[in-house]
């Protein structure tokens, strides 16, 4: 299985709306927190500011400038200047404050604490301060804005322990939401996949008794599929009733050919004409075998019988038995087996020799200016791989899936012998040996592929 | 020889009984498998050719009912299209060869001499010979006149299944199955260029030619 959060998911539909909603639910969340800072603060700012303006009012109502002076002294010297700095410029004397310096402000101001030195202790990161004239002098009141400073800390806080959990969880949720459409999505594609690779009883799993929505474009494929399968076995069915009714009457005729050839004089001309048709109906007949051959195949019985047997073996024969058809065709069959490995593979003799004896002489029927025509036997990943090229014309993409297809002929093929059966009967013996077949460039020429399920040697 | 046929179909059974007369043989051409067995077992044959599929009683059950009774006359199955599962099947019933239909006579006749006269369990030799043609089956070497021909494995193959069969008839695909372990029709005349091949090296260059085509049936090997 592929990863589920592997890199090229970030594409897929329900990750990437995962990922949507979770920054759109991250950003409104950050906006409201920003408000509800920004109205709290200038709330308790505007509450600091009234504070400071009445306190100037208080000072303000002392007419009397000592009184003023004294009065200031006494609260500058019981006023902590980490909360509250006071600080009075009189037009003549020496100034009245808890801190040693302050900046001149005007109107209502927010200090930081780098403009203030503080005369002993210490003094608050920043103060909202106040300037009026008070008596016959200037006078800063300033309030520490810790208060607004802590209400940031808790604002934080709610963002760390409040919202990244949040966020965190619903991610997680989210993708496992994602997952599960995703795994239901890579279902459909695999088995619209083995579909269209001619696999008609592949189907989707896991989605009959449930009733979202991608469940319901699944049990519309297993439908589609399902009626297809029917279609196709209909056709088979017709096909192999046909070469069993017309079994008999073929036999009758070859048996009286084949008499009247043995039993009676003819004429070199009659001769001639009887050896066609008798050559006729053994194509004939070896059409109707094959199509019977097919059938009885797929049907599945054969499948008891199989047993380890040595592809390369197979391979060998077959090769020394065709290798003089090829070579007087201009043809250069040879035969490539990997050494020292293993290359047994679960399978009836007969068949297989069949299958590879097809493959070679459908390369020697379809390429038409001869060539090398090469059988090789490798093992690849455990599997027992059998490979039959050539340098020919090779098979279109397009048509590479429906040349395994019953009765089927590319249209260049049309004229050379043959009744488009070979590869049929080839891809019905590889699905027999449970065997993988595909269709390969050879640049140029086609090679094909089969891969047969590891075995134990035998 | 004296040859017991079962065959239902009556242009086939016909087709089958007249051409084994005519090569000199004594025919009992029965259509039913229950009457076939009482025959078979009262009887004595030197071949049978039963057909799989026959009225009363099948031709695998008569076969499978003879064998029980340790008769052993040989048995030839015929078979109609389609099977790859039949031979195998045929074999395992007790059967000796196995033919499927159409099969033209030469086929038929020739598989039928090949049972009927199973090589006997005597000591293997170690020479095989034809007129002038000597295969040595210890040292790999064949000769003709005394000359050493260079024959490639699969022609040694070849003539050491014809020699072994001296005087008899041996089909194409008697002989794909034989050496080549081929049971399928490739639609070829692939035989007939491994024969011309061998015919090439062991006959061309004497007087004499030793492989024979049969007309309508295949190959044999002579004495002279």
């Known amino acids: ?458 | 020889m004296k040859i017991l046929v079962l065959e239902d179909d009556n242009a086939i059974g016909s087709y089958i009984a007249d051409g084994l007369r005519e090569e000199g043989h004594s025919v009992d051409l029965i259509a039913d498998g229950a009457d076939g067995l009482v025959q078979a077992t009262v009887g004595s044959y030197d071949a049978m050719v039963v057909d799989r599929m026959l009225p009363g009683l099948d031709g695998m059950s008569v076969v499978k009912t003879l064998r029980a009774t340790k008769n052993l006359t040989p048995v030839l199955f015929l078979t109609s299209l389609g099977g790859v599962d039949d031979r195998i099947e045929g074999l395992l019933a007790g059967g000796d060869d196995y033919l499927v239909k159409p099969f033209s006579f030469g086929e038929l006749s020739a598989r039928i001499m090949a049972i009927s006269r199973r090589p006997r369990t005597e000591a293997e030799p170690t020479i095989l010979k034809a007129a002038d043609l000597e295969m040595d089956l210890l040292h790999r070497r064949v000769t003709r006149g005394g000359q050493t021909l260079d024959l490639l494995p699969r022609e040694f193959a070849l003539l050491e299944h014809l020699l072994r069969r001296k005087g008899r008839v041996q089909t194409r695909t008697m002989l794909m199955e034989a050496v080549w372990d081929i049971h399928y029709d490739p639609l070829t005349n692939v035989v007939d260029t491994h024969i011309s091949r061998l015919r090439g090296k062991i006959d061309k260059p004497y007087e004499t030619e030793l492989i024979e085509t049969v007309r309508g049936s295949g190959y044999r090997i002579n004495d002279v």
Request: charged share 20%.
């Open chain 1, 1 to 458: 299985m592929t990863p589920v959060f592997g890199f090229n998911q970030i594409r897929s539909t329900p990750l990437r709306l995962t990922f949507l909603l979770l920054t759109i639910f991250a950003l409104a969340a950050l906006a409201c927190l920003a408000v509800a800072f920004e109205v709290t603060r200038t709330s308790i700012d505007a509450a600091v500011a009234a504070e400071l303006q009445q306190t100037i009012n208080e000072y303000r109502g002392i007419r009397d400038g000592d009184d003023l002076t004294e009065r200031l002294a006494e609260a500058a010297a019981k006023t902590d200047a980490d909360v509250r700095i006071l600080f009075y410029v009189p037009d003549r004397g020496s100034v009245v404050s808890n801190v040693a310096s302050f900046p001149p402000v005007s109107g209502v101001t927010v200090v930081s604490d780098s403009f203030i030195r503080a005369k002993s202790g210490s003094v608050s990161d920043s103060y909202l301060a106040l300037s009026a004239r008070v008596g016959a002098g200037h006078l800063i009141v300033a309030q520490s804005r810790e208060q607004v400073e802590e209400m940031g800390e808790i604002f934080l806080a709610v963002l760390l322990i409040g919202l990244l959990p949040a966020l965190l969880i619903a991610g997680l949720a989210g993708l496992w939401v994602a997952r599960g459409a995703r795994i239901k999505i890579d279902a459909i594609q695999h088995t619209l996949l083995e579909l269209k690779g001619g696999t008609l009883s592949a189907r989707i799993e896991g989605v009959e008794d449930q009733n979202d929505d991608l469940s319901g474009i699944g049990q519309e494929v297993n439908r589609m599929a399902r009626a297809q399968e029917a279609l196709v076995a209909s056709i088979r069915q017709v096909s192999s009733d046909i070469a069993h009714d017309l079994k008999t009457p073929i036999q009758r005729v070859a048996v009286v050919l084949d008499q009247v050839m043995n039993k009676t004089t003819l004429t070199e001309g009659q001769e001639e004409l009887l050896s066609k048709a008798i050559r006729e109906t053994e194509r004939i007949v070896q059409t109707f075998q094959s199509l019977l051959q097919l059938a009885q195949i797929e049907g599945g019985a054969v499948r008891d019988r199989l047993h380890s047997v040595d592809l390369a073996e197979i391979s060998r024969d077959i090769v020394d038995f065709l290798e003089v058809e090829a070579e007087e065709r201009g043809f250069a069959l040879s035969l490539r087996i990997q050494p020292d490995v293993a290359t047994c593979v679960r399978g009836d003799r007969h068949l297989l020799s069949q299958l590879i004896g097809n493959l070679v002489q459908n390369a020697l029927t379809h390429v038409p200016q001869g060539g090398p025509v090469v059988v090789g036997v490798t093992r690849t990943g455990g599997e027992t791989v059998l490979t039959v090229s050539d340098n020919g014309p090779g098979i279109p993409e397009s048509e590479r899936s429906k040349v395994l297809q019953r009765l089927y002929r590319l249209d260049q093929s049309r004229t050379t012998e043959g009744n488009g059966l070979g590869l049929s009967l080839v891809s019905a013996i590889s699905d027999l040996h449970g065997a993988r077949l595909t269709l390969e460039d050879n640049k140029p020429g086609l090679t094909v592929r089969i891969a047969f399920p590891a075995t134990e040697p035998a």
